[in-house]
């Protein structure tokens, strides 16, 4: 499709945001600063509440560098540590137009005024753009190729030479734009009343439009320089977010999971919808998830195969059983209702999804990917809206994150509780979720700078847990969460805000790790491309381990188990973690740093390999925790070299 400009009209879109938007700004919503459980009405509902510990233990944020960074919209100060920017790739014109920046009070204001005019029968100019209408969102990323969603259609880079070039750019609107891919097929998220089957941008008026297109998007992109739109699943609340789970037993099959999260379709325009809360309406679209069937060899034949009741209780068939929304004590937050998922992260390979479920975590049973089964959840006063999920390698632990204030708010000031739009970090144990630790960004933001927990992804570095994080106008953050109930930031980037006095939404929507680069999507900014530095908390050889993970595909909403080889430099990133611990002798550390630099020459002593993998193991027994699990791996890196 050819790469066209189109202003957006606002009247014919229903978005969260805005609904948010103006309920906060007519209540004035403000930050509570201290906490005040109503647990005898939670053991009354019989919520799982299982993140006590969390509760108890918060960071402190503070002021720093990223504090008070210059403003602007190219030209804002930067700051980094253990981070270096490579690359920044600047909107094109298709998908730019300053007029587009979203600032929330000034659209709440528009459109105050032109209703106004409207009741005084006068002529009504309304904004321009809607909400966010050019803005970048989430990412995908296939062999070179680096794949950014958008509310406005999608771009194609490639990452393959010195700096990122554009492929293409697909113009169709209808947001947010999420894409996932797999092999030359590519699939996108669609939930704007906008939105037209036909990608175009003169919108979709009425309350019914047989011309309206609100679900799961496939195109095919074998013509990188011209992706074909080749199925269009529709779907009752749209699709704000999606995950592919591959069948186990046929590669030809894929199944999309589709969270939704907009107001239900009229079933004039779409038969399989209805609405309204279950005690009224058993037949409700409102809490379930749409499972998507796809033949990779037909993609045009995908349909819904399922909405399974993920939120309902199996004994008394309550449909929503979690829970149904509010505020649980006079200070902790008012939890959205859970009649949706916003976000669900699957791992495959382990059976099992995270699903970041408006108002709970949940923990699902995907063993059978047509059938997923809620096997926990979980509930905690001081999560406003459950947005995201990412697990840890090993699968024991989920990192969810909390978007306070729908990403279009200053949530990471100096008075914001920092415990809220956090990380609530979460183990696995015997099957069930349980909170350990809220963690935040450590550093205090200002009021005209979006800020809150969004999208991120594990970095390889092996024998550690470690995630990338996007946060907004808040920056990009790096942590170590090794240690779930002491996770510590250990690389930052950040930029000054788009402007000084107004908050003007920006910022990064999402921070992944792809092939030995950092990618972000920039909200209004375009394209980042950033790599690590060694530093205190991450050496040289750690960072060479990660960057030697080469992946031909990946989704971060779908999780694939991390494989090192057996190399020196893994070797001596696991080295480097043991001696930063001193978690073993001195000498047993010094023979496997000899031994390694003879590796690295080429020279390999196979009697002396399985010796050091004796002894590792020796030491292993008398070591706790993760320098146990360290010694293991590298005495069992050293035994297989041996041959």
């Known amino acids: ?297 037909a993609p045009e034949t995908a349909e819904i195969v399922n909405r399974p009741r993920i939120f309902g209780d199996p004994e008394t068939g309550e449909i929503g059983a979690l829970w149904r929304g509010g505020q649980m004590g006079v200070a902790s937050q008012r939890t959205a209702q859970t009649n949706h998922c916003h976000d669900i992260t699957a791992y495959p390979e382990l059976g099992i999804a995270a699903g970041a479920c408006s108002g709970n975590g949940i923990l699902l049973d995907i063993t059978d990917p047509a059938n997923p089964v809620r096997i926990s959840d979980m509930f905690d006063p001081d999560m406003a809206y459950w947005h995201s999920a990412t697990f840890n390698n090993v699968g024991d632990v989920v990192v969810f994150t909390d978007e306070w204030g729908g990403g279009v708010a200053a949530r990471c000031q100096a008075d914001d509780p920092a415990h809220w739009g956090a990380n609530l970090i979460a183990t696995i144990e015997d099957g069930q979720l349980v909170g350990q630790r809220f963690y935040k960004l450590p550093s205090i933001q200002g009021a005209s700078e979006n800020c809150v927990a969004h999208n991120g992804s594990l970095i390889p570095v092996p024998g550690r847990d470690i995630m990338v994080q996007a946060w907004y106008q808040g920056g990009i953050s790096i942590k170590d969460f090794t240690d779930p109930d002491n996770p510590f930031e250990i690389a930052y980037f950040d930029r000054g805000p788009v402007d000084a006095d107004t908050l003007k939404v920006a910022g990064y929507w999402s921070a992944y790790w792809y092939n030995g680069r950092i990618y972000g999507s920039e909200i209004a900014r375009g394209l980042d491309v950033l790599r690590l530095l060694p530093g205190e908390h991450l050496s040289e050889a750690e960072i060479a381990a990660a960057e030697a993970v080469i992946e031909q595909q990946s989704n971060p909403q779908t999780q694939t188990r991390i494989v090192w080889e057996d190399t020196p430099v893994v070797a001596r990133a696991y080295l480097d973690q043991l001696a930063r611990g001193e978690a073993a002798p001195a000498r047993l550390l010094d023979r496997v740093r000899s031994e390694i630099s003879r590796w690295d020459e080429g020279r390999v002593n196979r009697g002396n390999f399985n010796r050091l993998a004796r002894d590792l193991a020796a030491a292993a027994g008398d070591a706790e925790g993760r320098d146990a699990a360290r010694l293991t791996a590298l005495g069992e890196l050293f035994g297989r070299a041996a041959g």
């Open 1 to 297: 499709m050819a790469i066209t400009r189109a202003m957006t009209a606002t009247r014919t879109i229903t978005t969260t945001i805005t609904a948010r938007l103006a309920s906060r700004y007519r209540k004035g919503i403000t930050a509570m600063k201290h906490r005040l459980l109503c647990t005898a009405a939670l053991a009354g509902l019989g919520l799982a509440f299982t993140a006590s510990a969390a509760s108890a233990q918060v960071n402190t944020v503070e002021a720093d560098e990223r504090t008070a960074l210059s403003a602007g919209l190219f030209d804002a100060g930067e700051a980094a540590s253990g981070l270096e920017l490579l690359h920044s790739v600047p909107p094109i014109d298709a998908f730019f137009d300053e007029r587009a920046l979203f600032s929330p009070r000034e659209f709440m204001e528009a459109m105050q005024r032109a209703q106004a005019a409207r009741e005084a029968g006068e002529e009504a100019e309304e904004p321009p753009f809607s909400p966010l209408a050019l803005a970048n969102t989430d990412f995908a990323f296939r062999d070179n190729l680096v794949i950014m969603g958008n509310y406005h259609g999608f771009l194609i880079y490639d990452v393959s030479g010195d700096a990122p070039e554009l492929v293409s750019a697909t113009v169709c609107p209808g947001g947010q734009g999420d894409v996932s891919v797999h092999g030359d097929l590519l699939f996108m998220s669609v939930e704007q009343n906008r939105a037209r089957l036909d990608c175009g941008a003169g919108g979709a008026d009425g309350e019914v439009n047989e011309e309206r297109f609100r679900g799961i998007r496939i195109f095919d992109i074998s013509d990188l320089t011209a992706p074909r739109q080749v199925a269009a699943v529709q779907t009752c609340r749209g699709s704000h977010t999606h995950t592919q789970v591959p069948d186990p037993n046929d590669p030809n099959i894929l199944y999309i999971y589709n969270s939704g999260t907009q107001p239900v379709r009229p079933e004039d325009e779409l038969g399989i919808c209805t609405d309204g809360q279950p005690e009224e309406n058993p037949e409700t679209a409102l809490y379930s998830i749409d499972v998507i069937r796809v033949a990779l060899d």
